[in-house]
Structures are given as structure tokens and as C-alpha cells.
């Protein structure tokens, strides 16, 4: 200390016969060992660094790859159903095993069923033109039956109000089977 240098001593008896003879002394100079600690924390920091820049390099290279493979699920997406009303089943990534693949398939799932729905729909205006035009020819055929029989006054006001709500069943039936088209 007091601008003295640092001084390291070892000292080691020397023992002959069993009695002590002498003993050996080491002196060092400790700017050589203050030196040698200086170069390995400078080693130990630069390795540090180096494995802490690679550490973050992956991370970043990593969170990218996944950022990339969720925007292309979110395109696909969005772009699943067309302005036609097409539905597009395939979703990319669905083929991978991690989180990603499995939400790439949900989707696909979802879209399938969607699919099913939509076709069900479209079907469905021709399947109910279909199944009430049979009931309204059968309460058509037995208005005129009605009216071929004669009818009291009394009557004709109920066979003019069934042949109205007839002829608007039939206009909703044709508007029915037109958008269904």
C-alpha cells in the first residue's frame, strides 16, 4: 500500500533430520498476477458479450420465423373465404407438429365446417320450393274443387282469402327458388 508495489512472499522450512535447517523463500512481484486477472475478466467479458449477442441473434432469428409463419396463417385467413362466397379449405403450416400446425388445422376444421353450412344453405331454398309446392297444389286442387261444387256468399270470402294467401306462397316460393339460383 502507499504507492508501494504489491509484493507477494511464500516462504517454505526446511526441515533435515527432523529439525528445521533453513527454509526457502519465493518473492513475486503482484503486477504480473494483477496483469494475468486483468486479461482473463477482459476474456471472461468478451465471452460474455459474444454469448449474450448470439443469445439475442437466435431469439430475434427465431421470433421472426415464427412471426413470418403466423402472418401467413392470418393471409390465409383472411383470403379463406372469396368475394364469390368460396370457401379455401388449405391453410399453410397445417402439415407442421408445433402450435402453429395445430392452429393451421383448427382452422382448416373450422373452415370445413363452415363450408358444410354454407353448402347446406345454398341447398336449402330448393329443398323447402320443393317440399311446400306439393302441399299448395294439394290446397289449390281443393279450392277449385270448392268452387266447382258452388259456394254460398258467405264462403266465397274464405276461397278468395285462401286464393290470395295462395298466390303469395307461390310468389315466395318462385323468390325462394330465384335466390337460390
Known amino acids: 500500500g502507499g504507492g508501494q508495489d504489491l509484493l507477494l512472499l511464500a516462504a517454505a522450512p526446511i526441515a533435515v533430520d527432523g529439525q528445521t535447517r533453513g527454509a526457502v523463500v519465493l518473492e513475486q512481484s503482484g503486477d504480473q498476477l494483477l496483469d494475468l486477472r486483468d486479461r482473463a475478466l477482459a476474456h471472461l467479458f468478451d465471452l460474455t458479450l459474444f454469448a449474450t ?62 363450408s358444410e353450412h354454407a353448402r347446406y344453405l345454398r341447398t336449402l331454398g330448393g329443398k323447402l320450393s320443393h317440399e311446400l309446392r306439393t302441399p299448395l297444389t294439394i290446397v289449390r286442387s281443393s279450392l277449385d274443387n270448392l268452387e266447382s261444387e258452388g259456394l254460398r256468399s258467405d264462403q266465397r270470402g274464405y276461397v278468395v282469402r285462401a286464393r290470395e294467401g295462395v298466390l303469395r306462397l307461390q310468389s315466395i316460393l318462385s323468390a325462394l327458388r330465384r335466390r337460390a339460383r
Request: glycine share 8%.
Open 53 to 114: 449477442a448470439l443469445a439475442v441473434l437466435f431469439a430475434f432469428s427465431l421470433a421472426t420465423f415464427i412471426s413470418v409463419r403466423i402472418g401467413r396463417l392470418r393471409s390465409a385467413a383472411d383470403g379463406a373465404v372469396g368475394n364469390d362466397g368460396q370457401i379455401r379449405l388449405d391453410m399453410p403450416d397445417s402439415r407442421s407438429a408445433d402450435e402453429i400446425g395445430a392452429l393451421a388445422r383448427a382452422f382448416e376444421r373450422l373452415l370445413a365446417r363452415l
